[in-house]
Each structure stands twice: as structure tokens, then as C-alpha cells.
């Protein structure tokens, strides 16, 4: 029973004592009379019975405020400072705040003293445990930049096929495979969600653990991307490799890697490469058996006319002509499948020109300047080999016409970029540049065997000279395609989803879960949470208010995982009340143009699929998904947790649950509050430091942290 009912509860059974107490004094007043003096005090009592009941009802009152005040300073008080010291276990920053009488103030006083020394002896502790594990943390970071910046894509899974590590370069193979640019990898998710599950079992069925053996198997994604995968054995820790195998591969083994490489480009070239010679081949038969036939008719009549020989002639020009622009136009395609083939590069036009820019410099007396250089020019290029061209042109043109000042310029045009190399005062001929491009590159003594025509098909780029005789100046014009804006927009798009240092990896997920018990049965710690907020038109879902806004973070293994992080504004397909704008600031031109809730929803229910849902007052966010659920068939049938409801479970005397005063009571600094993914964060670091507060409490089960939400008081709201 709460404070206030067994107040309400006190001051009833009081009210009633007293009552029976004024009641009894009356019998027994009257008992003691006799005649006259009972008559009397009959006659009293029944003109007086109002002022009588009045005084009673007075005394009730005032005992009623007496036994309020008692409680408030001998029970609430106390009480509230008790639940200040269990978050203070917490954390240790915050401090108990200092009310009450002067013996309590003192005890406050006390612990807080406690408090700060133990603090200080934890800092002490924290302090030689950051040094000491200094060098660990390096080869963390290490490690991570390493798998983040590795060309293939690579994901450790534990022998549940829960993925415990992946790269930056897995998450952009699988962006967008579970919808609108949202990753379908996240740590603790299942692997099966981006591979099927018997392709899997199939590579693990077959691996040698003793030989450290390895399978490949090639699929494809979703959105059409073609990998090869590699699936290679984890042994256990300190298992015998031999006794493993001699076990079978599915009990010898921890987990397993897979490294995935994107084929598509490759396969996409070799294909159009099949096809172009098999389309040569079939077109050729043709003009080669004319040809034939004619080489024989020409033999077979030696005496024809002029005018049959000329027609003959005509027949075999023609088909000689056609074979030649097929075989042409073949090995131009042929020639633009072996530069697709050749590793490129995407970068910034201006980092390629500011480097050509130093490299010149740097290896001949040369000034080089830059001259309208466009900062958003992005380009697909072997960098190394263009550094190569200009400065070998650099110095051809210093050594043979000593030319002293050089300029570069970057401009788009199109699809196209163009840089130029520029210089005044000398022009050479169109033999000097030819012979220039076909020159092996040799520049400050370093020879390299292939020439600039080499780098610029390289490249599928071209490259001329030009005169500008109005300005008297000459310029190379390297031609470079262009990314075009799609490109641009996509690769920024991946870099913005995961950090300098992203940490995708948790190798604490190799350790078993209890994943044979009820989800009820299992420890709080062990689950999954997704962690979501909605921001809406209204506070009234049942009467048309619509959801504008949906932010959700994942904990995974008791941690709060920020980049795998959904956000989504929705179109209401409604108008948006001008009060609901002043508290979230989303305004009718944000929502314009975002899908509508139909297509939202089921890409956030694939989100938080195999996880817990944690909301603050999550009557409310619930609501609105279930008044969803016959329009669009989604429905969210995982089990939640409320913090509103576990904040009134921890702290039953406190007189606000609002997220605000948790967080503060919690040490949770607020950031972002009144947006999705703000509050979500901010609700993922209050539920992180309840858990093990509700620990402390006996709550150690998703079970038993719902049988006493609903115990709550709160757990009445409905919307």
C-alpha cells in the first residue's frame, strides 16, 4: 500500500476512534443521571446535537491535519530521502537534498559526507583503471578504425548467428535492405535476417575446424547486389582444434566470420563482356561467309564482265566495312569493361588538384598556383596515376621550354570534369604533344612503363591541347567523368550513418544466453530493448491525432547503441495544429513529401523486431500504434516496458515521474528533449540506470519488472 492511502487509511480509523470514544463518553455521562438531571440532559443533548457533531467533525479535521503533517515529516520525508539514496548507489555524483528536522538534516548531512568520500575513493579506483587499461583501449580504437576502414565487408557472429561485430563496409552493403536507407545489421540481431539461414548452415556443415578450413557461397541482396561470402570457423577458447572437428564443426566452434565481396561490378563486366563476344560472334558469320562467297565467285569466273567484277567488289567493300565497325565498336566496349575493372576511387576534384599542385612543386622549381577551382566537383579516378600524368607533363614542359609558371584549373561541365594544366608564352606542335603522350613517364629520375594515353584510358578520360590565343596562354585538358549527384548523395548518405570510430562490435555476446527460457523468465539484463518516442498532432489519439514523428535507439547487452539509431518524419495527411508546433518544432514544410504512416510502419516494426519496447508513459506512444493496426495489418505485439510506470515502482514517494525529474534524479543530462530520437536517448539512459535499481529491488525479471508496473498506481491511465 502507498504512503498516501495508508495516510487516508490512519486518518479514517482516527476520526472513527474518536467518534466511538465522544460516543461512549455520552452513554456513560447520561448512565450516571437520574430523573430530573437525565431529563435535563436529554433536552441538551438534542438542542446542542448540531453544535455537537459540529465540534466532532472539527476535531476530525484537525486530528486528520495533524496526522498529515506527522506523516509528512516522520514518514514522506524519510522515505523520500531513502529513494534519493538508492539512486544515489547509482550515481554517485548526485546528493541527498537536505529538509526534514534537525536529527534527519544531520543524518543527511552524514551521508552525504559518506557519499562524497566515497566518491572521491572511486574516482581514486576509476582513475587507476583508466590508466591501467590505456593500452587495451588503444588497440581497441586500433582494431576498429582497422575493420572500419577494410575494403571487404566483415561480420562475427556467436554460434546463435547473433552478430557481435561488423564494419562499416558491411553496413553499407546492407543499407536500405529493410527499407527506406534503414541498416538491417545491428549487434545482438540475427545474421539471418541479411543471409539466409541455410546457406549459413550449409558453409558451417561443411567446415574442417581442425584444418581451419573455410566455404564460400555467393547470394544476393535485396536490392540486387551480387556477394561472395566466406564463412570461416571461431574455435572455442582454449578447445583443442582436433577434439573440435573430431566433435563436429556445430560444437568445436564459438562462432564464425564471414568477409563479403561486393561481385556485382565484376559479374556485370564479364557478363557484358559474354555478350559482346558472342554478339561478335554471331554477327561476323554472316559478312565472313560473304566474303567467302565472293572470294570464290571471283575465283570461279576470272572472265566477268567489268560491271559483274565491280558489283563483286561493291558486295565485299560493304561486308568488309561492316565486319570492321563490329570488330571496332567491340573492342571499344571491350576497352571500357577493362577500365570499369581497373581500381578507381572516389574523392573531391579540388584534394586531387591541391595535391598535383604540391607534388609539382616538389620535384621541380616550378610555381603553381590554383585558378577557379570548383569545391564540389566529385571524381571516380586512379589518383596516383593522374599525379603521375600532370607532373610528367610538368616537367617535359620546365625541361624543354623552360617554363617557370604553371596554373591549375577545375571546372565541371556536364557530366563532366576538366582539368587544366595552363601555362603562357609557348605553344608546341600537335607531333610534340603526340609524341609527349606516347612517351613512357619518367619524372625526377622515377620511371614508370606506362604513358599518359595509358593513364587517361585508364581512367575513361581524355586528354588535349589547346590554344588560348587572345590570352596567349596554352593548357592540357584532362576530361574526367563526373559523379553524378546520386553517387554524391549515397555515399553521403553512408558516411553520416556511422562515425570516425564506430564501435560495432561487443564481444561480451559470445557468452550463452538463456535463450531456452519463457521471455518472461529472462533476466533483464540479457534482453534486447528498443527504445522509442513519437512526437503527434495531438494528445488525443482516439480523437484523430496522428503520429508526424517516430525515433528509436536499440540497448543491446546493457548498452545504449546511438548510431543504430531510427528516425522517420511522417506525413499526418492531416493539418497541423499551430499549439503542437511550439512544443516539437516540426513544421507542415518538414512533413512535406514524407511517406504517410502506411509505409513507415513497417519498417519500424521490422526495426525492433526480437527486442523488448521501452517508452516513457507508453500507454500513449502504444496507443497510436494500435489504432493503426486494422489499416495497415501491422500490429506490435512485443511486450513493453514503461520507465513512467518503473519510476513509480523505484520511487512511490516521490511527488513527479515526469522524464525531466528522473533524469535529474538519475543524473541523466537532458539533451534534445520534444524530438524522437531525443527523448528515445534520453529514456534509454534513464532505463539503463533503472535496471540495477530494480535489481536491488528483487526485479530482475522482464516477468516480475511487469507484474509490478501494473501494480502501480499510474498503470490506470488509458487514452
Request: include cysteine; glycine fraction near 6%; proline fraction near 3%.
Given at each position: 500500500?502507498?504512503?498516501?492511502?495508508?495516510?487516508?487509511?490512519?486518518?479514517?480509523?482516527?476520526?472513527?476512534?474518536?467518534?466511538?470514544?465522544?460516543?461512549?463518553?455520552?452513554?456513560?455521562?447520561?448512565?450516571?443521571?437520574?430523573?430530573?438531571?437525565?431529563?435535563?440532559?436529554?433536552?441538551?443533548?438534542?438542542?446542542?446535537?448540531?453544535?455537537?457533531?459540529m465540534?466532532?467533525?472539527?476535531?476530525?479535521?484537525?486530528?486528520?491535519?495533524?496526522?498529515?503533517?506527522?506523516?509528512?515529516?516522520?514518514?514522506?520525508?524519510?522515505?523520500?530521502?531513502?529513494?534519493?539514496?538508492?539512486?544515489?548507489?547509482?550515481?554517485?555524483?548526485?546528493?541527498?537534498?537536505?529538509?526534514?528536522?534537525?536529527?534527519?538534516?544531520a543524518?543527511?548531512?552524514?551521508?552525504?559526507?559518506?557519499?562524497?568520500?566515497?566518491?572521491?575513493?572511486?574516482?581514486?579506483?576509476?582513475?587507476?583503471?583508466?590508466?591501467?587499461?590505456?593500452?587495451?583501449?588503444?588497440d581497441?580504437?586500433?582494431?576498429?578504425?582497422?575493420?572500419?576502414?577494410l575494403?571487404?565487408?566483415?561480420?562475427?557472429?556467436?554460434?546463435?548467428?547473433?552478430?557481435?561485430?561488423?564494419?562499416?563496409?558491411?553496413?553499407?552493403?546492407?543499407?536500405?535492405?529493410?527499407?527506406?536507407?534503414?541498416?538491417?545489421?545491428?549487434?545482438?540481431?540475427?545474421?539471418?535476417?541479411?543471409?539466409?539461414?541455410?546457406?549459413?548452415?550449409?558453409?558451417?556443415?561443411?567446415?574442417?575446424?581442425?584444418?581451419?578450413?573455410?566455404?564460400?557461397?555467393?547470394t544476393?541482396?535485396?536490392?540486387?547486389?551480387l556477394?561472395?561470402?566466406?564463412v570461416?570457423p571461431?574455435?572455442?577458447?582454449?578447445?583443442?582444434?582436433?577434439?573440435?572437428?573430431?566433435?563436429?564443426?556445430?560444437?568445436?566452434?564459438?562462432?564464425y566470420?564471414?568477409?563479403?565481396?561486393?561481385?556485382?561490378?565484376?559479374?556485370?563486366?564479364?557478363?557484358?563482356?559474354?555478350?559482346?563476344?558472342?554478339?561478335?560472334t554471331?554477327?561476323?558469320?554472316?559478312p565472313?561467309?560473304?566474303?567467302?562467297?565472293?572470294?570464290?565467285?571471283?575465283?570461279?569466273?576470272?572472265?566477268?564482265?567489268?560491271?559483274?567484277?565491280?558489283?563483286?567488289?561493291?558486295?565485299?567493300?560493304?561486308?568488309?566495312?561492316?565486319?570492321?565497325?563490329?570488330?571496332?565498336?567491340?573492342?571499344?566496349?571491350?576497352?571500357?569493361?577493362?577500365?570499369?575493372?581497373?581500381?578507381?576511387?572516389?574523392?573531391?576534384?579540388?584534394?586531387?588538384?591541391?595535391?598535383?599542385?604540391?607534388?609539382?612543386?616538389?620535384?621541380?622549381?616550378v610555381?603553381?598556383?590554383?585558378?577557379?577551382?570548383?569545391?564540389e566537383?566529385?571524381?571516380?579516378?586512379?589518383?596516383?596515376?593522374?599525379?603521375?600524368?600532370?607532373?610528367?607533363?610538368?616537367?617535359?614542359l620546365?625541361?624543354e621550354?623552360?617554363?617557370?609558371?604553371?596554373?591549375?584549373?577545375?571546372?565541371?561541365?556536364?557530366?563532366m570534369?576538366?582539368?587544366?594544366?595552363?601555362?603562357?608564352?609557348?605553344?608546341?606542335?600537335?607531333e610534340?604533344?603526340?609524341?609527349?603522350?606516347?612517351?613512357?613517364?619518367?619524372?625526377?629520375?622515377?620511371?614508370?612503363?606506362?604513358?599518359?594515353?595509358?593513364?587517361?584510358?585508364?581512367?575513361?578520360?581524355?586528354?588535349?591541347?589547346?590554344?588560348?590565343?587572345?590570352?596567349?596562354?596554352?593548357?592540357?585538358?584532362?576530361?574526367?567523368?563526373?559523379?553524378?549527384?546520386?553517387?554524391?548523395?549515397?555515399?553521403?548518405?553512408?558516411?553520416?550513418?556511422?562515425?570516425?570510430?564506430?564501435?560495432f562490435?561487443?564481444?561480451?555476446?559470445?557468452?550463452?544466453?538463456?535463450?531456452?527460457?519463457?521471455?518472461?523468465?529472462?533476466?533483464?539484463?540479457?534482453?534486447?530493448?528498443?527504445?522509442?518516442?513519437?512526437?503527434?498532432?495531438?494528445?488525443?489519439?482516439?480523437?484523430?491525432?496522428?503520429?508526424?514523428?517516430?525515433?528509436?535507439?536499440?540497448?543491446?547487452?546493457?548498452?545504449?547503441?546511438?548510431?543504430?539509431?531510427?528516425?522517420?518524419?511522417i506525413?499526418?495527411?492531416?493539418?497541423?495544429?499551430?499549439?503542437s508546433?511550439?512544443?516539437?518544432?516540426?513544421?507542415?514544410?518538414?512533413?512535406?513529401?514524407?511517406?504517410?504512416?502506411?509505409?513507415?510502419?513497417?519498417?519500424?516494426?521490422?526495426?525492433?523486431?526480437?527486442?523488448?519496447?521501452?517508452?516513457?508513459?507508453?500507454?500513449?506512444?502504444?496507443?497510436?500504434?494500435?489504432?493503426?493496426?486494422?489499416?495497415?495489418?501491422?500490429?506490435?505485439?512485443?511486450?513493453?516496458l514503461?520507465?513512467?510506470?518503473l519510476?513509480?515502482?523505484?520511487?512511490?514517494?516521490?511527488?513527479?515521474?515526469?522524464?525531466?525529474?528522473?533524469?535529474?534524479?538519475?543524473?541523466?543530462?537532458?539533451?534534445?528533449?520534444h524530438?524522437?530520437?531525443?527523448?528515445?536517448?534520453?529514456?534509454?539512459?534513464?532505463?539503463?540506470?533503472m535496471?540495477?535499481?530494480?535489481a536491488?529491488?528483487?526485479?530482475?525479471?522482464?516477468?516480475?519488472?511487469?507484474?509490478?508496473?501494473?501494480?502501480?498506481?499510474?498503470?490506470?491511465?488509458?487514452?
Amino acid at each position: 500500500m502507498s504512503s498516501p492511502a495508508k495516510l487516508i487509511v490512519a486518518a479514517v480509523v482516527a476520526c472513527i476512534y474518536l467518534l466511538v470514544v465522544l460516543l461512549a463518553a455520552g452513554v456513560v455521562l447520561g448512565s450516571g443521571l437520574e430523573g430530573e438531571e437525565q431529563a435535563l440532559f436529554s433536552a441538551v443533548l438534542e438542542h446542542r446535537l448540531g453544535a455537537v457533531v459540529m465540534i466532532a467533525l472539527v476535531a476530525c479535521v484537525f486530528l486528520f491535519l495533524m496526522l498529515r503533517a506527522a506523516h509528512e515529516f516522520l514518514v514522506l520525508l524519510p522515505a523520500r530521502a531513502a529513494e534519493e539514496a538508492g539512486a544515489m548507489l547509482e550515481e554517485p555524483a548526485t546528493r541527498l537534498t537536505l529538509r526534514g528536522s534537525g536529527e534527519l538534516r544531520a543524518l543527511i548531512v552524514a551521508v552525504n559526507r559518506l557519499a562524497e568520500q566515497r566518491h572521491a575513493r572511486d574516482e581514486d579506483i576509476e582513475a587507476r583503471i583508466r590508466a591501467a587499461n590505456a593500452a587495451a583501449e588503444a588497440d581497441r580504437n586500433r582494431f576498429a578504425v582497422l575493420m572500419s576502414e577494410l575494403a571487404q565487408g566483415v561480420i562475427v557472429c556467436n554460434p546463435d548467428g547473433r552478430v557481435l561485430l561488423y564494419n562499416r563496409r558491411a553496413r553499407a552493403l546492407f543499407a536500405g535492405s529493410a527499407g527506406q536507407g534503414m541498416a538491417a545489421l545491428g549487434l545482438g540481431r540475427s545474421i539471418y535476417g541479411v543471409f539466409d539461414r541455410h546457406l549459413i548452415a550449409y558453409a558451417l556443415e561443411n567446415i574442417d575446424v581442425r584444418r581451419r578450413n573455410h566455404r564460400h557461397f555467393v547470394t544476393a541482396t535485396e536490392s540486387g547486389r551480387l556477394l561472395r561470402v566466406l564463412v570461416a570457423p571461431i574455435p572455442e577458447a582454449g578447445a583443442k582444434a582436433v577434439d573440435a572437428a573430431e566433435a563436429g564443426a556445430a560444437h568445436g566452434i564459438s562462432g564464425y566470420m564471414t568477409m563479403i565481396e561486393d561481385m556485382t561490378e565484376t559479374f556485370d563486366s564479364e557478363s557484358t563482356r559474354d555478350q559482346m563476344l558472342q554478339e561478335l560472334t554471331e554477327s561476323s558469320r554472316g559478312p565472313v561467309g560473304n566474303l567467302r562467297a565472293a572470294a570464290e565467285t571471283l575465283h570461279d569466273y576470272a572472265d566477268m564482265s567489268v560491271e559483274d567484277h565491280q558489283r563483286f567488289l561493291g558486295v565485299v567493300r560493304d561486308e568488309a566495312e561492316g565486319l570492321a565497325d563490329r570488330i571496332e565498336a567491340a573492342a571499344r566496349k571491350y576497352a571500357a569493361v577493362l577500365k570499369a575493372r581497373w581500381p578507381l576511387e572516389e574523392m573531391l576534384g579540388s584534394d586531387l588538384v591541391t595535391a598535383a599542385r604540391q607534388r609539382i612543386a616538389d620535384r621541380h622549381p616550378v610555381q603553381v598556383s590554383l585558378e577557379d577551382v570548383d569545391p564540389e566537383v566529385w571524381i571516380k579516378v586512379d589518383g596516383f596515376s593522374l599525379l603521375q600524368a600532370m607532373t610528367y607533363l610538368a616537367a617535359r614542359l620546365h625541361d624543354e621550354y623552360q617554363i617557370r609558371d604553371l596554373k591549375l584549373r577545375l571546372t565541371r561541365d556536364g557530366e563532366m570534369a576538366q582539368i587544366d594544366l595552363i601555362w603562357s608564352g609557348v605553344f608546341m606542335s600537335t607531333e610534340t604533344v603526340m609524341t609527349w603522350e606516347l612517351d613512357p613517364m619518367t619524372v625526377a629520375g622515377e620511371s614508370s612503363p606506362l604513358t599518359v594515353r595509358d593513364v587517361v584510358e585508364r581512367n575513361g578520360a581524355e586528354v588535349w591541347f589547346q590554344r588560348d590565343h587572345a590570352a596567349y596562354r596554352a593548357f592540357f585538358r584532362f576530361l574526367l567523368p563526373a559523379i553524378s549527384g546520386q553517387v554524391e548523395a549515397a555515399s553521403s548518405a553512408i558516411a553520416a550513418m556511422v562515425d570516425s570510430r564506430p564501435e560495432f562490435y561487443d564481444f561480451d555476446l559470445f557468452k550463452a544466453e538463456e535463450t531456452g527460457l519463457a521471455l518472461d523468465d529472462r533476466l533483464l539484463a540479457q534482453l534486447s530493448y528498443t527504445v522509442f518516442d513519437t512526437e503527434t498532432t495531438g494528445l488525443e489519439p482516439s480523437a484523430g491525432d496522428e503520429i508526424i514523428q517516430i525515433g528509436a535507439v536499440r540497448i543491446v547487452n546493457r548498452r545504449l547503441l546511438s548510431h543504430e539509431a531510427y528516425e522517420q518524419l511522417i506525413d499526418p495527411l492531416r493539418s497541423l495544429p499551430a499549439q503542437s508546433v511550439k512544443i516539437h518544432g516540426i513544421t507542415a514544410e518538414m512533413l512535406d513529401g514524407r511517406p504517410p504512416i502506411a509505409q513507415v510502419l513497417p519498417v519500424f516494426r521490422a526495426f525492433v523486431a526480437d527486442t523488448v519496447l521501452v517508452a516513457h508513459n507508453a500507454a500513449f506512444d502504444m496507443r497510436f500504434l494500435e489504432l493503426k493496426e486494422a489499416s495497415t495489418g501491422i500490429r506490435f505485439d512485443r511486450p513493453v516496458l514503461d520507465t513512467f510506470l518503473l519510476s513509480a515502482v523505484l520511487f512511490p514517494n516521490q511527488e513527479t515521474h515526469r522524464l525531466e525529474a528522473i533524469a535529474e534524479r538519475l543524473g541523466v543530462s537532458v539533451l534534445g528533449r520534444h524530438t524522437a530520437v531525443g527523448d528515445a536517448i534520453v529514456t534509454a539512459e534513464v532505463f539503463l540506470k533503472m535496471l540495477p535499481l530494480l535489481a536491488d529491488k528483487g526485479i530482475r525479471t522482464l516477468g516480475q519488472a511487469r507484474e509490478a508496473s501494473e501494480k502501480t498506481y499510474h498503470a490506470r491511465i488509458r487514452y
